[in-house]
């Protein structure tokens, strides 16, 4: 498996931070109760957190909507 960024990228986003995670020994063919639990849990979070409010318009979120046009 290969992860590239174009260089473009940390030219239009110079912060930027990616991070790779490996996990060895799981199979994506099961299925894993505790993590449906845990990434049901956090997009619950980030719904309540979110409610309400324009993403799109968001200062943080807008350097990557247009990065990424």
Known sequence: MK???APE???KLPNMYV???VAHGIDNRQ???EIDRLLEKYEQ???QNFAG???K???E???YREAFR
């Open 3 to 5: 992860f590239i960024v």
């Open 9 to 11: 990228i940390f030219e």
């Open 19 to 21: 991070g790779i995670v």
């Open 31 to 33: 299925k894993y109760s």
């Open 45 to 47: 979070l980030a719904q």
């Open 53 to 55: 409010v324009n993403v």
């Open 57 to 59: 318009e968001r200062p």
């Open 61 to 63: 979120i807008i350097p």
